[in-house]
């Protein structure tokens, strides 16, 4: 069984910076790919960024340039450095994993792909004040 949670939320002003962490346990299975995830309130979840076995790496328009996804799979964790951001980044981040072998752009960008995500944490809240 594997399991997510996520680490690092919190509350920052416009043009600061956090870093979410998300620990995996776990049978992690070679042909993964795992990813952050947010929700707005009242907005559907969207994908924020995608990585996988491989190193590579996807993100969504609205956040590329600033932030970066990253993995250390000696430590099994999942990064997100997020900076200069602003109150459109306030939501729930959520990291999530499949093994499927998704493509990471098919990640970021599909939600159908998403649903079917197996694994989640539970999330970790980011609140951006302008």
């Known amino acids: 069984k594997v399991q997510l949670m996520e680490f690092g939320g919190g509350s920052v002003q416009a043009g600061g910076s956090l870093r979410l962490s998300c620990a995996v346990s776990?049978?992690?299975?070679?042909?993964?790919?795992m990813g952050w995830f947010r929700q707005a309130p009242g907005q559907k979840r969207e994908g924020v960024a995608a990585?996988?076995?491989?190193?590579?790496?996807a993100y969504a328009d609205s956040v590329k340039g600033r932030f970066t996804i990253s993995k250390d799979s000696a430590k099994n964790t999942l990064d997100l450095l997020m900076d200069r951001l602003t109150p459109n980044d306030t939501g729930m981040y959520y990291c999530?994993?499949?093994?499927?072998?998704?493509?990471?752009?098919?990640?970021?960008?599909?939600?159908?792909?998403?649903?079917?995500?197996?694994?989640w944490g539970q999330g970790t809240q980011v609140t951006v004040a302008s």
């Open positions: 999530a994993a499949d093994f499927n072998g998704w493509d990471v752009v098919v990640v970021v960008t599909a939600p159908q792909v998403q649903e079917d995500f197996g694994y």
């Open positions: 990585i996988d076995k491989d190193g590579d790496t």
């Open positions: 776990g049978n992690i299975d070679p042909s993964y790919s």
